[in-house]
């Protein structure tokens, strides 16, 4: 049924990025005043907060970066990535080469954190627009920031923990957020030394974070991947897995279908369907417990936009991947629930935060956390895996 | 109608709290293996986590021992009031003085935080536990964790700031855990001196946390009570503000009725029930937009057991000091609405966590937040009450 309704999903997919998504953000979040972007939206995209995310600075970069270099060359594009990259030069890192987390609107900073995210996206983003523009600045800042993530996230104690060293825990995002910046540096930088990182990265989540007991992915577990019998240790976050397992699979296609990554991806993804999706009310669950227990996170129930956004992609690249008609059918569900609730047909663009049974909770459409990157992110990689499953077709 | 129902009402707030609340938590949380409380429990009372939480560690203390002092002096209670003093002094100090947050089943230290509300809970315990014994030790324990509350929370920089110092903020919350514990202290150690505290921070809120113009009680302002237009410092919590509002419906009654402390308490009662009742469901919002713009929390619009009881004592505290009949609406109101969907008739106590509309989004009965707190103090706070306004019926 994916294959008679190709055209039909490939013209929702491009065009909501090309005629909704990308032109929604454009129009409200650039600040030509101060720099950057500012994300905090309502409904119809007032500001509602003038205090600038660093994540998304970096993200709306490299998603204006990557429209250029893999879309359309289009100057509107190019000239947007610069102004982001400018505004995150000029205003978000510290003195230590550490990012903030948060910056006023004129680039003072508000927050820093312990971690490094921000780093990981403004990392991709310099890796996108040295693609684009052949700038050496851009390729020194992206090395430099992958250094950063690297290092923070391998040697111990460089990040302070939370918890003492009787509860000595890591977390899925590191891996995982490191496979995809180095697959994006990689491919930008034109750089085959960085596989050795996502060859590190994908062995330490089959090693740690599969458990095959439980038949899950985890989200959080000791150094050597043991199980913590607590609340922060039983907590799954199926959207989280779910990203894991597509970027997994892209490295499969990179790597001429190999069978043993499509075989890790698939079992992430048939394992975290098995457990996020509501079989109640449809869409992936932001939390669940692997032993059903209850969560002790407030919202564990919600449906945020982003769980959903992966997991669209990973069931697009798992049919690919394997022709097993499961995933088209698991697609098919997902796209018909999301398209059913999260887009606004009047504003433009998505909510973020639904109830679980997909009510609206929050009408604001950006934040520090929500702004232009699952959504287009989703739609760009929909998008251009249906035009290769078209294009096997033929 | 409160006054015909008056019978009625101090039956299910007496019985609620002897013959179910309490007698819910001695049977499931004693650990008499390892010592202390182990309140991460599921519905039926199975401890889903063996953590223990140190906030909850004092709070259960202070609960046990003021039944001892306030209503039956059972051996049942000060010995287990007792046992749970025994496991903070052991397990939940650091050596610098300052307290943990969480401990695990046999006491090692898991976490630490920034803030000093383990101090505050913890200090109320011992100096109820004080007043039950008058051993000593304890009065020496609740002074000094008094003194690091009181420097901590009002000495820049002791607590580590989230933010920098391009946006300086205060919370609520230390004045208001400020005045309860002043409060406790000065009753339990028969100490006046502690009134000079209590003047202080509720001078605090009313210059720097009511704010005329938006008719509304601020959770986060500026240092010197700032307006700050972004979303945590639009963000408010009306369960806050009105446990706050409670506190010094107290001190009003200690100081004989005191007409400007009634006057404080009835002004953050009124701005904080309009803003937080939910008109189209019933119950107190957790979070709302000062503006009426979208809240960034996640669980904004759901209803937790805590600002449910809060708003219990106080709208029984504003009938009792004012005769006005419309806090004796909201009592049957809000009493009618809480116990139509919080507590369970089949294994005893409360639902923590309801989505909106009452419906149950998790069925955990204790965990690092919700435990023998608020519930309790709720049940007996407002039998004693009713009893007040009976006697002066008579």
């Not at 030069?89 to 609107?105: A, E, I, N, P, S």
């Not at 996020?276 to 209850?294: M, N």
């Not at 109830?355 to 956390?369: F, L, P, Q, T």
Request: charged share 30%; glycine share 8%; proline share 4%.
């Amino acid at each position: 049924m994916l294959i008679n309704d190709i055209e039909k999903y490939i013209t929702v997919y491009r065009d909501g990025l090309l005629d909704d998504i990308i032109p929604f953000w454009i129009r409200h979040s650039i600040d030509n005043e101060h720099g950057g972007f500012s994300f905090c939206l309502d409904r119809d995209g007032t500001i509602i907060d003038t205090d600038k995310g660093v994540w998304m600075q970096g993200r709306f970069t490299w998603i204006l970066a990557t429209l250029y270099n893999e879309v359309e060359q289009r100057d509107e594009w190019l000239n947007m990535a610069i102004h982001g990259a400018d505004f995150i030069k000029k205003h978000c890192f510290d003195t230590d080469g550490r990012m903030y987390f948060l910056v006023d609107q004129v680039g003072n900073p508000i927050r820093k954190r312990r971690y490094v995210f921000s780093e990981a996206f403004s990392c991709i983003a310099f890796a996108a627009l040295y693609k684009a523009t052949g700038e050496k600045e851009y390729e020194k800042l992206a090395r430099e920031l992958f250094n950063v993530y690297e290092r923070h996230t391998s040697q111990e104690g460089l990040i302070p923990p939370k918890f003492t060293e009787h509860r000595k825990m890591k977390g899925m995002g590191h891996p995982m957020i490191g496979i995809v910046t180095a697959q994006e540096m990689r491919k930008n930088l034109n750089d085959e030394s960085y596989t050795s990182y996502i060859d590190r990265w994908i062995e330490e989540i089959r090693e740690d974070f599969l458990n095959y007991e439980y038949q899950a992915v985890m989200e959080t577990v000791g150094p050597g991947g043991e199980f913590l019998d607590h609340f922060d240790g039983r907590t799954l976050t199926p959207g989280h897995a779910i990203e894991g397992a597509w970027f997994i699979f892209e490295e499969a296609h990179i790597r001429n279908e190999d069978p043993e990554l499509i075989e890790t991806g698939t079992t992430m993804l048939d394992w975290m369907w098995e457990i996020g999706w509501d079989k109640e009310y449809g869409g992936i669950y932001y939390f669940r417990d692997v032993k059903g227990l209850p969560v002790q996170e407030y919202w564990h129930d919600m449906k945020f936009w982003w769980p959903q956004n992966e997991t669209i992609i990973a069931t697009l690249w798992a049919y690919t991947l394997t022709g097993d008609e499961k995933y088209a059918n698991w697609h098919e569900m997902i796209h018909h629930w999301v398209f059913k609730y999260f887009p606004d047909p009047e504003f433009g663009e998505w909510y973020g935060y639904l109830h679980r049974d997909g009510r609206i909770s929050s009408k604001m459409k950006g934040n520090v956390w929500k702004g232009p990157f699952h959504v287009p992110r989703m739609y760009l990689k929909a998008w251009r895996i249906l035009e290769r499953i078209k294009l096997n077709i033929k």
